[in-house]
């Protein structure tokens, strides 16, 4: 089993940059599907992005694209998420999720779970 430790929120003004980090413990798979979700109030956990462990495929949801940006370090085992000129409607809780295998499409694949980290964008 795989354990996702989430860390980087807060709160932060629209324009301004954030840094999310997710440290995952067990794995050992190289074959290994990390992704970040968030969750608005009132909202679907939505997928912003997505990579496989030994890197090659890479998935932004269009809301986000050219301003996040998701990375690993494997010597670290850990997994980031840019986020760059954020904006009010990027306020939610952003969770780390992974599975082994291909990368996936929806959030009932995704067995690994973080426990979640608040980013609130004031205007």
């Known amino acids: 089993q795989v354990q996702l430790a989430e860390s980087g929120g807060g709160l932060v003004q629209a324009g301004d940059s954030l840094r999310l980090s997710c440290e995952a413990s067990?794995?050992?798979?190289?074959?290994?599907?990390a992704a970040w979700f968030r969750q608005a109030p009132g909202q679907e956990r939505e997928r912003i992005a997505a990579?496989?462990?030994?890197?090659?495929?890479?998935y932004y949801r269009d809301s986000v694209k050219g301003r996040f940006t998701i990375s690993r370090d494997i010597a670290k085992n850990t997994v980031y998420l840019q986020m760059n000129s954020l904006k009010p409607e990027d306020t939610a809780v952003y969770y780390c999720?992974?599975?082994?295998?291909?990368?996936?499409?929806?959030?009932?694949?995704?067995?690994?779970w973080g426990q979640g980290t608040q980013v609130t964008v004031s205007s």
């Open positions: 990579t496989i462990w030994t890197g090659g495929n890479v």
């Open positions: 999720a992974g599975r082994v295998g291909a990368m996936a499409t929806r959030r009932y694949e995704y067995g690994d």
């Open positions: 067990g794995l050992s798979f190289r074959t290994y599907d």
